[in-house]
């Protein structure tokens, strides 16, 4: 009997440190973000955990047996891109006709990061979770890790997880972007976007080099620049600084998301106070809105969709897996969200 009752024994933080060769204050450390403790000395802590299968319960002493904590996580990349404000505010306007609230985290697109926050998100027994996967390994969203807390995942998928995902029509878009800079007259076009890893910056590659193929565009691999993270507006000014040095610089530029827009606009207007002619400049598709496009200096289509009802979208699909009595015998469902090519606008 006593080895049953050892088997069924959840492992405490002592028993992590103790695994790691390191202090339980350090595991602490480590489980909170890191501060002040080495990369290397965290990766032997998160290896502990995952070892043992170790998570923090936050709210064990707050709440009585049987009783759920009215908590939804929700994780994503950039929480510095009002895109993902606008998304977590669409999630929390669904939860909050429940009663429920949401926890937001950032993963700043680090998969080390997300696998530490989906943990603590656990210890504070969320009710489910809805993540903006950052990419990389994904074991610590398995079910073995998981257990019955449904996922569902937003704008990205993880092929193999099996698990409800919302995504946008980002093929369709970046081919009708593309078509629209093509119907335009230009034929040297720019490609800023995300590291070919990404999964949306797959997608949205794979759509513009549909366009161009379709109409018998040769792609210029040295307009092509998809090296880029979703936060690094400056990594895209810079690489729209390499794309206008060159000896025939590209005509116009299809920015994969709103950061790189950001980043083009910003090497572009840094040209024109140095003196260059608007009319020198690139002609821009942005897919994804962002702050004032309509008041750029020179042409931007912006490839639309709205953040926040991708949000209501991912919170709908939790809920209603919450509300089911055998969620975990359901298939997983695939939502698609529209997009759409708005006009050209400048000032």
Not at 39 to 63: C, F, I, K, M, T
Not at 96 to 125: H, M, P, Y
Not at 309 to 331: K, N, W
Request: charged letters at 25%; zero cysteines.
């Amino acid at each position: 009997m006593s080895g049953v009752a050892g088997a069924s024994k959840k492992p405490t933080v002592k028993e992590v440190a103790r695994r790691a060769g390191v202090s339980p204050m350090t595991v602490s450390r480590t489980l909170a973000g890191g501060a002040n403790v080495r990369p290397d000395v965290q990766e032997r802590v998160l290896a502990a955990v995952r070892e043992l299968g170790y998570h923090r319960n936050e709210n064990a002493r707050s709440l009585r047996p049987g009783q759920s904590s009215g908590l939804i996580g929700v994780a994503i990349t950039n929480l510095g891109n009002p895109y993902y404000g606008n998304f977590a505010l669409g999630v929390e306007e669904v939860v909050a006709e429940t009663g429920r609230r949401i926890i937001l985290g950032n993963t700043g697109g680090e998969s080390w990061r997300e696998r530490q926050l989906v943990a603590d998100l656990r210890g504070r027994q969320v009710e489910g979770l809805i993540l903006v996967p950052a990419g990389g390994p994904s074991d610590h969203l398995s079910p073995d890790h998981l257990g019955d807390m449904p996922l569902v995942l937003a704008s990205r998928r993880i092929y193999g997880l099996d698990v409800d995902v919302v995504l946008l029509d980002d093929v369709g878009g970046a081919y009708r972007g593309t078509l629209a800079l093509l119907d335009a007259g230009h034929t040297r076009i720019g490609y800023l976007g995300n590291v070919g890893s990404a999964f949306t910056g797959g997608r949205r590659y794979e759509g513009f080099a549909r366009a161009l193929a379709e109409r018998g565009v040769i792609a210029d691999p040295e307009l092509i620049v998809r090296e880029q993270q979703d936060a690094a507006s400056a990594s895209a000014g810079e690489a729209t600084r390499r794309l206008l040095d060159l000896p025939a610089p590209p005509t116009a530029i299809f920015s994969a998301n709103n950061r790189n827009s950001i980043g083009a606009l910003r090497e572009i207007g840094r040209r024109l106070r140095a003196g260059s002619r608007a009319a020198d400049m690139p002609e821009i598709v942005s897919f994804d809105d962002f702050e004032l496009a309509e008041l750029m200096p020179v042409p931007v289509t912006v490839v639309e969709h709205d953040a926040r009802q991708l949000g209501r979208e991912a919170a709908r699909l939790l809920l209603s897996r919450l509300q089911m009595t055998d969620r975990s015998e359901q298939p997983a469902r695939l939502v698609e969200m529209p997009v759409r090519v708005g006009r050209a606008v400048h000032v």
